[in-house]
């Protein structure tokens, strides 16, 4: 072989070798973290790869923007009542007039921790009973409401840990154990989990026009879990399934239902995902078609055999999946709503799927060359999809039939692109093929074209993960997924998550914070 054959080869090889390096890199990283090591110490935090930006880097620009006025300040509105101080001046010199006062605005709390002894009245009665006062509405235990909820707001919103609350109550006066603080973390837990999942049916049946997804590692009882977010400009929704696989996706679709339906809807998923048509036949011969939970539905599979049928594609699998959309599609939930992912395969599920523009420009960007032809191709590449997408932005803003089709073509210019460099026409031709995916938005300009909402929302549960490591129980894990749900919920509807803990723990008057599936079914 002639060394100008061999070169190409060589680079080509380099380049995979240089991937393998990172990804095993990666994997040891990651392995490290799940035993519990301390990793690699970031010496040279300046030769990491910073994000590429695109999002930021297409916003449209004012040629000449003005420069900000520093010496006005912006008015601020406090949203907690204002109290007047009088504040009088010394040695005022005689016969000076009063021109009133000037205001200077302090923000303060108080802080201090009580103990209250309710001495309830015995009374003896004459047949020989003992009638005792009940305690004031509200007061359950030896935890005051509102210690509760500053717990609660503390755990979940100020992302603190167990051990520093107790430190922290404790460096108050206040005798409050771990035990103690498990139990107020857990001991309403059901009631919140439904109300996470009531804010998820109301969004589902108000028929979201789209909603985004993503998923992030979470360890339960010692193992590997997956947590997965739904969400979009209205709500969020954390759940943390025991593995990533589309049945734990649809299951969650259900937003609490537990049936398992054989609609026209069903066997349409099934036909779509390559199902023999003689299976399919065979689950429509029989009855019933409707299944209250996952133990009657496996009943259901195992009575007709289909168990025992040893073809490709899953007959079981498949059938499962196609079970759950039905009960999905028969609660009225997902109507015409777009999925819109990170490219994950569990997350194409329904007609509408769309794919985050960001990750994939991500694949172009993370590519390594060894070459300067390598690196010039790249960046090309790497224009040409950043001026695409800023024309793709400024279509969501006045869609046109003739941008459409404009758009269309130029994206099968660009992926379609023969540059010589290997690595990239591979990419390219991958890409290429998300077509329909990555051009959703051309036919729903209301979608998004990124999945940062989603990646922000999880945030909140990645952090808990590295100060909490894992849960130990299932009242833990639902308990963490609950509240976070809600407050990012409250923060999307600009409702104060302590007003919204003080509510629901009876602290505030009864219906001060409307229920959040309310609010979001009554949103226009």
């Known amino acids: 072989m002639e060394a100008a054959e061999l070169k190409p080869l060589v680079l080509g090889l380099l380049e995979q070798v240089a991937g393998l390096k990172e990804l095993v890199r990666e994997q040891s990283e990651e392995i490290a973290r799940l035993k519990g090591l301390k990793g690699k110490p970031d010496i040279k935090p300046e030769a990491k790869k910073k994000p590429s930006g695109m999002e930021n880097g297409t916003d449209p620009t004012d040629a000449n923007p003005k420069e900000p006025d520093k010496r006005k300040r912006s008015k601020k509105n406090f949203r907690i009542p204002v109290q007047d101080r009088i504040v009088k001046a010394h040695d005022v010199p ?131 879990g997956i947590c997965t977010q739904i969400g979009n400009h209205l709500f969020t929704f954390f759940a943390t399934p025991h593995s990533k696989s589309r049945i734990n996706f649809l299951s969650l679709l259900r937003a609490g239902h537990t049936d398992y339906v054989l609609n026209d809807a069903a066997f349409e998923y099934m036909k779509d995902h390559n199902m023999p048509s003689w ?3 065979k689950l429509q011969e029989h009855h019933p078609r409707i299944f209250a939970n996952e133990a009657a539905w496996l009943a259901h599979l195992e009575e007709i055999g289909l168990t025992k049928i040893r073809v490709h594609p899953n007959p079981v699998q498949i059938a499962t999946e196609g079970a759950l959309w039905g009960s999905i ?177 009876g602290i505030l008057p009864h219906g001060s914070v409307p229920q959040l599936a309310a609010l979001i079914a009554a949103h226009p």
Request: include cysteine; charge should be positive; glycine fraction near 6%.
């Open 94 to 224: 005689a016969g000076s007039r009063n021109l009133g006062y000037e205001d200077f605005m302090v923000e303060d709390i108080i802080l201090h921790a009580i103990a209250i002894r309710y001495r309830r009245e015995r009374w003896l009665t004459p047949d020989g009973r003992t009638v005792i006062a009940a305690l004031p509405m509200g007061v359950t235990d030896h935890v005051g409401a509102e210690l509760k909820r500053f717990i609660l707001m503390l755990y979940h919103q100020g992302q603190t840990t167990v051990p520093r609350l107790v430190a922290l109550l404790d460096s108050m006066g206040l005798d409050v154990s771990e035990r103690k603080i498990v139990r107020i973390l857990t001991e309403e837990v059901e009631r919140f989990k439904a109300e996470a999942q009531a804010v998820l049916r109301a969004a589902f049946q108000k028929a979201a026009s789209w909603i985004s997804v993503d998923d992030t590692g979470a360890r339960h009882k010692g193992k590997n």
């Open 279 to 281: 299976v399919s036949d």
């Open 329 to 505: 599609l028969s609660h009225g939930f997902l109507k015409d709503s777009v999925i819109l992912s990170d490219d994950a395969g569990q997350f194409n599920v329904g007609d509408a799927h769309a794919l985050c523009w960001v990750h994939a420009e991500r694949l172009v960007y993370k590519l390594k060359f060894f070459t300067d032809a390598g690196r010039a191709a790249q960046e090309k590449v790497r224009r040409e999809i950043w001026d695409f997408y800023r024309a793709l932005k400024a279509y969501k803003t006045k869609p046109a039939e003739e941008d459409k089709k404009r758009l269309a073509k130029r994206f099968d210019q660009i992926f379609d692109q023969k540059t010589g460099i290997c690595a990239i026409d591979k990419l390219l031709n991958r890409l290429r093929r998300n077509k329909p995916e990555l051009l959703r938005a051309l036919e729903r300009p209301d979608i998004p074209l990124h999945t940062n909402g989603s990646e922000n929302d999880i945030r909140c549960q990645v952090t808990r993960r590295k100060i909490s490591g894992t849960t130990r129980s299932d009242k833990g894990r639902d308990s963490r997924d609950a509240f976070l749900s809600l407050a990012k919920t409250c923060m999307k509807l600009d409702i104060s998550f302590w007003d919204y803990l003080g509510d629901r723990l």
